[in-house]
């Protein structure tokens, strides 16, 4: 056996050091590392003793340890990024900071900056977190791989965001009460407060901010014109704050000589809701600032005011074998303010007595059916004296006027107007009846009161008209006060009454927008028991 059989032979088993100083170990660069599982040496390239575990070598030292960072919040929505500062031990040159979110993803810090052995600065960019995803654990790889972590520190908050546009946010009119509100919503579900920032602009000019709602209450202060208030709000949700910048116009008050509404709908969009006098500005007042009496919000939401067909400077014009022996009487100065139809108080009164069938009244307005497109058209009749005949009711009902409207492609001058004539009656009936005296509950009645209606809505190059239905309603009629009238009207529990549709009676239908219109007032009466009934005109808009 030779010496180096004799060494290579030589094992060792359970040895035991007794000395003092250590036990010296192969030492060599990282380079002249070997490859058995097992294997313990001192890397002189990294200064620490390591070991083989089969698969790599892993250093034997104290790894780092995390005790704090800062900040714990991260706005995933703020468009930069985020400084974070860790504290802790054995923090080594070249160690990287990690984070990792709740399903394990791991996400690498954009720069990492070792302050010191207990002081580390890292940053990342702050849309590199998801709110879904939190909280987010932060981990330290030193150089030598050893890893330190500290489990749940960042969670993602963001700040609040507006879901109301910059900008102009509503317009108030002078004493007219504000109803306006913004909102923002927060992705954490935080509650959002708000506040007025940089100023007391909404206070100085009469209106308070609810700071739980948004709400934008308070009367709107006098003005000489039209002004425009500037203002910034801010959203708060978990000190997370967003301003953003709106403004309210303060109107000179609307309805007035100088300042006249377009239509009582936007009037009462505008926070007008008493009844009363306003001034209007339209094609039914004759393109002149007029006082009409205004009712807000009557049946199906639609609000009306008073106009009279005397201001489009057209005369009445009678038609049929009996017109010798009707009269119409036009009011030349009709009073569009009051609020009660009387024989003295109305636009027009139609009178007619031993007419025999066959008599209307032509009254023009100059204007077309697109003219009442997206509008409603409505007549009231005041009947104090029944017509004679006791056709179309029997017993002491007499005879009944009516309105309707008559239309044509032209003008039709002081002609008479319409093409509907089943049984030779185009001296009497309308293509299109809007109301009849008498009906509902006073067809049998004098001094009855009747209201009706027809809407009209664009289609296309044409326009559709409805009326007796449950929104628009039938004929109302009371033998009471006007005041009740409306009432009866408003009630949409009542349909009030609704004729047979028929040529002239027909609920619903489509008419060339470009056509004319013109009112037709019929009537007759077939002996000396005149009939006589009084009206006025109402416009509705919602």
Not at 17 to 33: L, N, Y
Not at 304 to 328: E, F, K, V
Not at 419 to 426: H, I, K, L, R, W
């Amino acid at each position: 056996m030779t010496k180096a059989r004799d060494i290579a032979d030589f094992k060792f088993e359970n040895i035991t050091d007794t000395g003092t100083e250590g036990t010296r170990v192969a030492t060599g660069t990282t380079a002249q590392r070997g490859s058995t599982a097992g294997q313990l040496r001192f890397n002189s390239t990294t200064g620490l003793a390591e070991y083989y575990d089969g698969s790599q070598f892993k250093s034997i030292d104290t790894p780092p340890v995390i005790s704090s960072i800062t900040p714990t919040e991260v706005d995933s929505a703020s468009g930069s990024s985020t400084s974070f500062t860790i504290t802790g031990t054995n923090f080594q040159s070249g160690a990287v900071i990690k984070f990792i979110d709740n399903s394990g993803t791991v996400i690498t810090a954009d720069t990492t900056t070792v302050n010191s052995s207990t002081s580390i600065t890292a940053t990342k960019t702050d849309s590199s977190f998801s709110n879904a995803n939190e909280p987010y654990d932060v981990k330290i790889e030193n150089s030598n791989g050893l890893t330190g972590e500290l489990a749940d520190q960042i969670n993602v908050d963001t700040a609040p965001t507006w879901n109301t546009a910059s900008g102009n946010i509503g317009t108030v009119y002078e004493a007219q009460n504000a109803n306006i509100t913004v909102s923002a919503t927060d992705a954490e579900g935080d509650t959002v407060s708000y506040s007025e920032t940089g100023g007391t602009v909404l206070a100085t000019n009469g209106f308070s901010l609810n700071s739980s709602t948004g709400a934008i209450t308070g009367t709107a202060p006098a003005v000489s014109g039209d002004t425009t208030i500037n203002f910034n709000l801010r959203a708060t949700a978990n000190s997370k704050n967003t301003d953003r910048a709106f403004n309210i116009i303060i109107g000179e008050e609307l309805g007035t000589a100088t300042n006249p509404a377009t239509s009582s709908a936007q009037l009462y969009n505008a926070g007008y809701t008493t009844d009363g006098n306003y001034y209007y500005n339209n094609d039914f007042t004759a393109s002149t600032t007029r006082q009409c009496y205004t009712r807000f919000n009557t049946r199906d939401g639609v609000h009306w005011h008073r106009w009279s067909p005397y201001h489009m400077g057209y005369a009445t014009t009678l038609h049929g074998g009996g017109a010798g022996n009707t009269q119409i009487y036009n009011t030349s100065s009709p009073d569009l303010t009051s609020t009660t139809l009387s024989s003295s108080v109305r636009d027009f009164t139609y009178h007619t007595y031993s007419s025999g069938q066959g008599v209307s009244s032509i009254w023009r307005v100059g204007l077309r059916i697109s003219s009442l497109n997206g509008l409603y058209l409505g007549a009231e009749l005041f009947e104090d004296a029944h017509g004679d005949s006791t056709e179309y009711g029997g017993g002491t009902a007499g005879n009944k006027g009516g309105i309707g409207i008559d239309y044509q492609s032209t003008d039709g001058g002081t002609g008479n107007w319409g093409a509907y004539s089943p049984n030779g009656d185009a001296n009497y009936q309308p293509e299109l009846s809007i109301v009849q005296t008498g009906w509902d509950t006073t067809r049998d009645n004098n001094n009855a009161r009747n209201f009706g209606a027809t809407k009209f809505t664009q289609d296309g190059t044409d326009t559709d008209f409805i009326r007796h239905n449950t929104a628009v309603g039938g004929i109302f009629g009371v033998t009471t006060n006007e005041s009740d009238l409306w009432s009866r009207y408003s009630d949409t529990n009542n349909s009030g009454y609704v004729p047979t549709s028929n040529s002239y009676h027909t609920h619903s239908g489509t008419i060339t927008s470009n056509d004319y219109f013109a009112l037709r007032v019929k009537g007759w009466s077939d002996n000396a028991q005149g009939l006589r009934f009084h009206g006025i005109f109402w416009i509705g808009s919602k």
